[in-house]
């Protein structure tokens, strides 16, 4: 289920910024980076979840609808990343939000980015382009932020018997202010727990962060 529109116009936008292109690419599984490292001591947006999917029982951490667990999903890889306290200062949504909400001259609504490629692309994605570029340029600038991590879907993923399945987070990192696509992958969550319960949710969550946390 697609949370978002994908349609954000820009009514500022900030000089000196490149357009990036797409081009390369390889399998699902996550590609080789140079290591989560790169992000420690760096200021790092950690972008929205934007697409979320039903899960057997319903929807993510026992949500009502598709907007309500992509919100519910954010606000536990907020607390995740921070329980973990890293080397990296993470901007979760709720501060871009809170940072937006402040310089209304900005029409970027990080709930609402243009992620149909990057969702269609998945790991042949190699760079993001305008109107995507634009967008998360202006919030990396709001807050000097020089890479992005991106829990672009969060889905259900069967296990081969199909008797079961975990939750799995399709995962980018990016540099924010080149454009470029560092990995991409799906960070799987191992736990036991019913899909739909807040339980999962909290344990994917977890998975993610322990992923990119350098």
Do not use: K
Request: hydrophobic share 45%; charged share 20%; proline share 7%.
């Amino acid at each position: 289920m697609w949370v978002g529109t994908g349609e954000v116009r820009l009514a500022v936008l900030l000089a000196g910024l490149a357009v990036g292109s797409a081009c390369g690419g390889s399998s699902e599984q996550p590609t080789p980076v140079p290591g989560f490292g790169v992000l420690g001591g760096q200021t790092v947006l950690v972008l929205p979840v934007q697409y979320v999917q039903p899960v057997p029982g319903g929807w993510l951490g026992g949500a009502s609808n598709a907007q309500e667990a992509a919100r519910a999903a954010d606000s536990e890889i907020a607390f995740a990343l921070r329980e973990l306290t890293g080397r990296a200062s993470w901007i979760t949504a709720d501060r871009q939000m809170d940072e937006l909400s402040r310089r209304p001259g900005i029409e970027v609504y990080p709930y609402l980015l243009s992620a149909d490629e990057a969702r269609r692309e998945g790991a042949e994605l190699r760079h993001v382009r305008d109107p995507l570029y634009g967008e998360i340029r202006v919030l990396a600038a709001l807050f000097d932020a020089r890479y992005a991590v991106w829990p672009l879907e969060i889905l259900y993923e069967r296990d081969e018997e199909g008797s079961g399945g975990h939750l799995a987070i399709r995962t980018f990192v990016l540099d924010a202010r080149a454009g470029n696509v560092l990995w991409f992958g799906l960070v799987r969550d191992d736990g036991d727990q019913p899909p739909a319960s807040p339980g999962a949710l909290a344990s994917a969550a977890q998975a993610f962060a322990i992923q990119v946390t350098p």
